[in-house]
């Protein structure tokens, strides 16, 4: 088969003149003398459409186009975690060590798992030869980083009679583990650590599980008025310089599993700017997590050793005297936040086409992570510059327009896009997996949308999202005070929404949240009669509540995720500024009918907001004081209401400032 035409910038290449049995659909083939990645989406007859997953300006009609008679497939398996992946050349760190070059050569595709490297294979126990596994059967385990034992499972649709088995030892990711005889044909069927899965078919699980455990994302806004759950889906929508990357990257930095996040983090970098690329992956190089999995005292603490050329100045890798053999040794005492995360990237400078790679390969390693019995959080920046390169790939197809709506992919298609993406979310959730010993894991879906100029009703990809997810996040842009909003994240409260309100905390906690909810309901309204009347139209009632609301938008709402203090809340810490948020309305609605003067709640207004910004920093108490925190703060805040009521004057060096600091935090 040869290249018949070139379909120009898109990466789309014609070809015809079949020999033998011809192609089939979502093939792999090589084009040209440089041996191109490209895939068959369509067959017509005696002519083929290729997608070109690298660029197209050297490949000339008469090229070579040779067929696989494989699909797309990724390596799965030990060393998949702490890496930067090109969706299309695979691991960046080990094509820069291979080529020395800052380009990208044409035709080189690294395979994504180091086959180089040898891992502590430890066996399961009471597995041997002529016992019976099944598909997802746990055979071994890898300790793969002090975050992450990987277990090694035998792969979907094997299962039959262990024939032969090694034991514990260092192995590759390619060597043979395992053989099994498969029941009714009788083959041997060889296990390795290695799987390779094709990238457009969903594994399978034993069962769905409707998701029930709530997620905390560490962003205080989200966690208390529009929940996620561990399993969940959430699109985060916002016009241009809204902030979706900026909480798209706190999210990839969220907590572990035990304190309410995730296990393990895949996030896709998909058309956007590649500097956000580069600040993510220093970001999370520098951050350090606890270790979850410590290394037992009757094993060795070296879990891998690399014969070959690695970097020495990484902090994983130590050099053992003058050899060229490195030994991986794990810290027992913290793990950068990379150690968890597998990042994709496929810039705005790259070919387009390798945009929908990326999102394909995110989530087969992330169900893959699952299958495992991680909670896997998968994070896609964004689905917009996605929808882009699916229309563009439909370009040549003349595909009819459903719907007069979605004029901005004309090509695409309404029915097309909403089942692109509902196939695409639908692969997540929480599920049982195969296999023994029972285990479940989870993927939670957040993808960014960005529809231009905010407008979600005009964009096809916003709305499509709206019907598919459960919990949308839209964010906007608010530069003036008068509107009411004193920092970021910028939430629309209107448009904004979750359907796992009802898996919140206790009761005591939806109270509160409740209350808020409330209050900010009844700031919008003000807010309207005050841009028009001005804020003297109010009654001193309506005043009080602008402060409270106040508050709650400066030290409740506002946080800033460039902050190493800041970019991450507990939900106890953002339940406790609620608390106080409402003892000041509390006790500001006690005081004001007595002393009749708004100007002296205004001052108890400015104390109660000292109060605030040292307790939403987490460094002035530590999380096992932050109940007894809390309550000195209420009492704090009655105390000096009652001093004012009293007429007891500002100078009172426990009232304000570095006075209050020591009298609430010194436990």
């Given at each position: 088969?040869?290249?018949?035409?070139?379909?120009?910038?898109?990466?789309?290449?014609?070809?015809?003149?079949?020999?033998?049995?011809?192609?089939?659909?979502?093939?792999?083939?090589?084009?040209?003398?440089?041996?191109?990645?490209?895939?068959?989406?369509?067959?017509?007859?005696?002519?083929?459409?290729?997608?070109?997953?690298?660029?197209?300006?050297?490949?000339?009609?008469?090229?070579?186009?040779?067929?696989?008679?494989?699909?797309?497939?990724?390596?799965?398996?030990?060393?998949?975690?702490?890496?930067?992946?090109?969706?299309?050349?695979?691991?960046?760190?080990?094509?820069?060590?291979?080529?020395?070059?800052?380009?990208?050569?044409?035709?080189?595709?690294?395979?994504?798992?180091?086959?180089?490297?040898l891992w502590f294979f430890e066996t399961a126990e009471g597995l041997g030869s002529g016992d019976e596994v099944i598909a997802g059967d746990v055979i071994g385990f890898v300790q793969e980083n002090s975050l992450l034992q990987h277990k090694i499972m035998v792969p979907p649709n094997v299962a039959g009679v262990v024939r032969s088995m090694v034991g514990s030892g260092l192995y590759s990711v390619d060597q043979v583990l395992l053989t099994?005889?498969?029941?009714?044909?009788?083959?041997?069927?060889?296990?390795?650590?290695?799987?390779?899965?094709?990238?457009?078919?969903?594994?399978?699980?034993?069962?769905?599980?409707?998701?029930?455990?709530?997620?905390?994302?560490?962003?205080?806004?989200?966690?208390?008025?529009?929940?996620?759950?561990?399993?969940?889906?959430?699109?985060?929508?916002?016009?241009?310089?809204?902030?979706?990357?900026?909480?798209?990257?706190?999210?990839?930095?969220?907590?572990?599993?035990?304190?309410?996040?995730?296990?393990?983090?895949?996030?896709?970098?998909?058309?956007?700017?590649?500097?956000?690329?580069?600040?993510?992956?220093?970001?999370?190089?520098?951050?350090?997590?606890?270790?979850?999995?410590?290394?037992?005292?009757?094993?060795?603490?070296?879990?891998?050793?690399?014969?070959?050329?690695?970097?020495?100045?990484?902090?994983?890798?130590?050099?053992?005297?003058?050899?060229?053999?490195?030994?991986?040794?794990?810290?027992?005492?913290?793990?950068?936040?990379?150690?968890?995360?597998?990042?994709?990237?496929?810039?705005a400078d790259m070919p387009l086409a390798g945009r929908e790679l990326a999102v394909m390969k995110g989530m087969c390693v992330a169900e893959y992570l699952r299958d495992l019995g991680c909670s896997v959080a998968l994070v896609v920046d964004s689905l917009t510059r996605w929808a882009e390169c699916v229309e563009q790939a439909c370009d040549l197809s003349h595909a009819m327009t459903h719907s007069s709506f979605y004029d901005r992919y004309?090509n695409l298609g309404m029915g097309s896009l909403n089942l692109r993406l509902a196939t695409l979310i639908e692969r997540g959730g929480r599920a049982q997996c195969l296999g023994r010993p029972l285990r479940e894991g989870a993927i939670t879906f957040f993808g960014t949308v960005s529809p231009p100029g905010g407008a979600c009703a005009d964009d096809p990809v916003s709305t499509a999202m709206f019907g598919l997810v459960q919990a949308v996040?839209?964010?906007?842009?608010?530069?003036?005070?008068?509107?009411?909003?004193?920092?970021?994240?910028?939430?629309?409260?209107?448009?904004?929404?979750?359907?796992?309100?009802?898996?919140?905390?206790?009761?005591?906690?939806?109270?509160?949240?409740?209350?808020?909810?409330?209050?900010?309901?009844?700031?919008?309204?003000?807010?309207?009669?005050?841009?028009?009347?001005?804020?003297?139209?109010?009654?001193?009632?309506?005043?009080?509540?602008?402060?409270?609301?106040?508050?709650?938008?400066?030290?409740?709402?506002?946080?800033?995720?460039?902050?190493?203090?800041?970019?991450?809340?507990?939900?106890?810490?953002?339940?406790?500024?609620?608390?106080?948020?409402?003892?000041?309305?509390?006790?500001?609605?006690?005081?004001?009918?007595?002393?009749?003067?708004?100007?002296?709640?205004?001052?108890?207004?400015?104390?109660?907001?000292?109060?605030?910004?040292?307790?939403?920093?987490?460094?002035?108490?530590?999380?096992?004081?932050?109940?007894?925190?809390?309550?000195?703060?209420?009492?704090?805040?009655?105390?000096?209401?009652?001093?004012?009521?009293?007429?007891?004057?500002?100078?009172?060096?426990?009232?304000?400032?570095?006075?209050?600091?020591?009298?609430?935090?010194?436990?």
């Amino acid at each position: 088969m040869s290249v018949h035409s070139v379909g120009g910038a898109c990466g789309i290449i014609f070809a015809r003149d079949f020999s033998g049995e011809g192609p089939s659909l979502y093939e792999v083939c090589r084009v040209g003398p440089h041996r191109l990645l490209g895939e068959v989406i369509e067959i017509r007859y005696d002519r083929t459409k290729v997608q070109m997953y690298d660029s197209v300006v050297q490949v000339r009609v008469g090229d070579a186009v040779d067929l696989t008679g494989e699909p797309l497939c990724m390596e799965l398996g030990p060393g998949l975690l702490h890496q930067v992946l090109d969706a299309v050349h695979g691991p960046l760190g080990r094509i820069n060590a291979t080529t020395r070059s800052r380009h990208m050569p044409r035709g080189l595709y690294l395979p994504e798992l180091p086959h180089e490297v040898l891992w502590f294979f430890e066996t399961a126990e009471g597995l041997g030869s002529g016992d019976e596994v099944i598909a997802g059967d746990v055979i071994g385990f890898v300790q793969e980083n002090s975050l992450l034992q990987h277990k090694i499972m035998v792969p979907p649709n094997v299962a039959g009679v262990v024939r032969s088995m090694v034991g514990s030892g260092l192995y590759s990711v390619d060597q043979v583990l395992l053989t099994v005889q498969i029941w009714g044909s009788g083959a041997l069927e060889e296990v390795t650590m290695l799987q390779r899965w094709p990238v457009r078919k969903a594994r399978e699980v034993h069962e769905k599980i409707t998701p029930d455990a709530r997620l905390v994302s560490g962003i205080r806004a989200f966690d208390a008025f529009y929940p996620m759950v561990v399993g969940g889906s959430c699109a985060i929508i916002g016009g241009s310089c809204t902030g979706k990357t900026s909480i798209a990257q706190a999210i990839t930095k969220g907590p572990r599993a035990d304190d309410g996040g995730y296990d393990a983090v895949v996030h896709v970098n998909c058309g956007e700017r590649g500097n956000e690329v580069l600040q993510l992956a220093t970001d999370l190089e520098s951050a350090t997590i606890r270790n979850v999995h410590c290394v037992r005292p009757d094993r060795s603490k070296v879990h891998a050793i690399c014969l070959g050329t690695c970097d020495p100045s990484s902090p994983l890798y130590i050099l053992k005297g003058n050899c060229h053999i490195i030994q991986l040794i794990f810290s027992l005492a913290e793990e950068s936040l990379m150690a968890r995360t597998v990042m994709f990237s496929c810039t705005a400078d790259m070919p387009l086409a390798g945009r929908e790679l990326a999102v394909m390969k995110g989530m087969c390693v992330a169900e893959y992570l699952r299958d495992l019995g991680c909670s896997v959080a998968l994070v896609v920046d964004s689905l917009t510059r996605w929808a882009e390169c699916v229309e563009q790939a439909c370009d040549l197809s003349h595909a009819m327009t459903h719907s007069s709506f979605y004029d901005r992919y004309p090509n695409l298609g309404m029915g097309s896009l909403n089942l692109r993406l509902a196939t695409l979310i639908e692969r997540g959730g929480r599920a049982q997996c195969l296999g023994r010993p029972l285990r479940e894991g989870a993927i939670t879906f957040f993808g960014t949308v960005s529809p231009p100029g905010g407008a979600c009703a005009d964009d096809p990809v916003s709305t499509a999202m709206f019907g598919l997810v459960q919990a949308v996040w839209v964010l906007e842009k608010r530069s003036t005070p008068q509107r009411g909003h004193c920092g970021f994240p910028s939430v629309n409260s209107q448009s904004s929404f979750s359907k796992y309100v009802g898996l919140r905390m206790p009761v005591a906690s939806d109270d509160l949240i409740l209350w808020a909810l409330n209050l900010r309901s009844r700031n919008a309204e003000l807010q309207e009669i005050v841009q028009v009347a001005g804020v003297d139209c109010l009654d001193e009632d309506n005043v009080l509540l602008l402060d409270a609301c106040r508050l709650l938008d400066c030290y409740f709402l506002e946080q800033d995720f460039t902050s190493s203090i800041d970019q991450f809340c507990t939900w106890e810490r953002s339940m406790g500024i609620l608390r106080c948020i409402k003892a000041f309305h509390e006790v500001s609605s006690h005081l004001l009918p007595s002393c009749r003067h708004l100007q002296i709640v205004a001052e108890l207004t400015v104390r109660v907001g000292e109060i605030l910004r040292m307790l939403a920093t987490p460094h002035t108490c530590s999380n096992a004081h932050l109940g007894m925190t809390v309550s000195r703060s209420i009492g704090m805040i009655k105390d000096i209401a009652h001093g004012i009521k009293n007429g007891i004057q500002t100078s009172d060096p426990t009232m304000h400032g570095e006075g209050c600091r020591k009298g609430i935090f010194d436990v």
